[in-house]
T-cell receptor, first 112, second 112 residues
Framework: QKEVEQDPGPLSVPEGAIVSLNCTYSNSAFQYFMWYRQYSRKGPELLMYTYSSGNKEDGRFTAQVDKSSKYISLFIRDSQPSDSATYLCAMSAGAAGNKLTFGGGTRVLVKP | DAGVTQSPTHLIKTRGQQVTLRCSPKSGHDTVSWYQQALGQGPQFIFQYYEEEERQRGNFPDRFSGHQFPNYSSELNVNALLLGDSALYLC???????????FGPGTRLLVL
């Protein structure tokens, strides 16, 4: 079993809908949680960073961490066709800049 | 402000050959990590360099080695290439280990 599980999708939504993404993990040592967006044939781009449990909002993006359930989520409001990409969750133990363990990524398609 | 840069963008090698990939970190960053991303999967951590020393290593064989230079740039070397080494190789940098990692565009390696 992988340390971080993520539904591969694809997840198809109409423009303007809310996109809901999530990851589960098994290592209770993880304290730092990130979401990256990756366009085809490009490097991952950092979207959100959260330490420990709680919610964080940045523009159209909201990240949630529930350490008791070992479950993290990313919500994208008012989705746009430009949000079509693969979304990767990542997490680390000890420090934010330590080794990142990634999920497999969820491919999202926002249809105009 | 230049982000993380990598070279070359892509290359083709044959089995048994050796390859060197290069990375320049984001301005102000001193820590470099390398990841391997196979097609359709999340990135896998190879190793991390700080102060010219390898400080963390993932589950990769000794065929994978690296180096960090005094200007914080880094190289990834892979010897005795296998078909399974075909992947996108990502470099990420951070300011020490207390901050999150930012990724470069990657080098796409194809082994024939």
């Amino acid at each position: 079993q992988k340390e971080v599980e993520q539904d591969p999708g694809p997840l198809s939504v109409p423009e303007g809908a809310i996109v809901s993404l999530n990851c589960t993990y098994s290592n209770s040592a993880f304290q730092y949680f990130m979401w990256y967006r990756q366009y085809s044939r490009k490097g991952p781009e950092l979207l959100m960073y959260t330490y420990s449990s709680g919610n964080k909002e940045d523009g159209r993006f909201t990240a949630q961490v529930d350490k008791s359930s070992k479950y993290i989520s990313l919500f994208i409001r008012d989705s746009q066709p430009s949000d079509s990409a693969t979304y990767l969750c990542a997490m680390s133990a000890g420090a934010a800049g330590n080794k990142l363990t990634f999920g497999g990524g969820t491919r999202v398609l926002v249809k105009p | 402000d230049a982000g993380v840069t990598q070279s070359p963008t892509h290359l083709i090698k044959t089995r048994g050959q050796q390859v060197t990939l290069r990375c320049s970190p984001k301005s102000g960053h001193d820590t470099v990590s390398w990841y391997q991303q196979a097609l359709g999967q999340g990135p896998q951590f190879i190793f991390q360099y700080y102060e010219e020393e390898e400080r963390q290593r993932g589950n990769f064989p000794d065929r994978f080695s690296g180096h960090q230079f005094p200007n914080y740039s880094s190289e990834l070397n892979v010897n005795a290439l296998l078909l399974g080494d075909s992947a996108l190789y990502l470099c990420a940098s951070s300011r020490g280990t207390g901050e999150t990692q930012y990724f470069g565009p990657g080098t796409r390696l194809l082994v024939l």
